[in-house]
């Protein structure tokens, strides 16, 4: 019995250690080098990063112009993220997917304490937006939502959804 126990222990130990590695390995600090917009950055090596969870109001860009549109909410989205982000030295996190189908990184970022996904959601400048396979926080997101949902924060204050 004593063996046996043994062997579960070891294994647990070989997988805890294998899991704690692949978590240090599937982060890096960058510098924010310019926000896009309130859920996308670019990073150092121009590197374009998509928050992984949320989706925050889009600007749209004209085409034959340049300029610039705002959906309801997106200039504040926008301004909130560059308060947290840019210019910044902030930790990438990987979920599942490396990237997007545009080529985008997806990742959570922190800067400092901050955890950017979260705290985006929470104070209403973005969405929860779970897509599959990327689900570590998905709850955690539609928590914050509802939160913000419920208080009339942000963008719940001001856009009909």
């Known amino acids: 019995m004593k063996i046996i126990a043994a062997i579960f222990v070891g294994i647990f130990l070989v997988l805890y250690a294998g899991l704690n590695w692949d978590n240090q390995k599937s982060s890096e600090q960058v510098k924010v080098e310019y926000v896009i917009d ?3 950055i670019i990073v150092e090596g ?3 990063v ?6 925050a109001p889009e600007i749209i860009y ?7 549109s705002y959906r309801c909410f997106a200039k504040e989205s926008l301004i ?3 308060k947290i982000v840019e210019g910044k030295t902030v930790k990438l996190v990987k979920d599942v997917s490396d990237k997007d189908k545009y080529g985008r990184l997806l990742r959570y970022v922190y800067s400092g304490d ?4 979260e705290y ?6 973005a969405v929860s937006e779970p897509i599959f396979p990327n689900l570590e926080y998905s709850r955690l997101f539609y928590n914050s939502q509802k939160m913000a949902s419920d ?3 942000g963008l719940w204050s001001k856009c009909a959804k």
């Open 38 to 40: 309130g859920d996308t």
């Open 46 to 48: 121009k590197r374009k």
């Open 50 to 55: 998509r928050y992984i969870g949320v989706d």
């Open 62 to 68: 004209a085409t034959n112009t340049g300029d610039k």
């Open 80 to 82: 909130a993220n560059e």
């Open 114 to 117: 901050i955890f950017v996904n």
């Open 120 to 125: 985006l959601v929470k104070n209403g400048f």
């Open 151 to 153: 208080k009339k924060i």
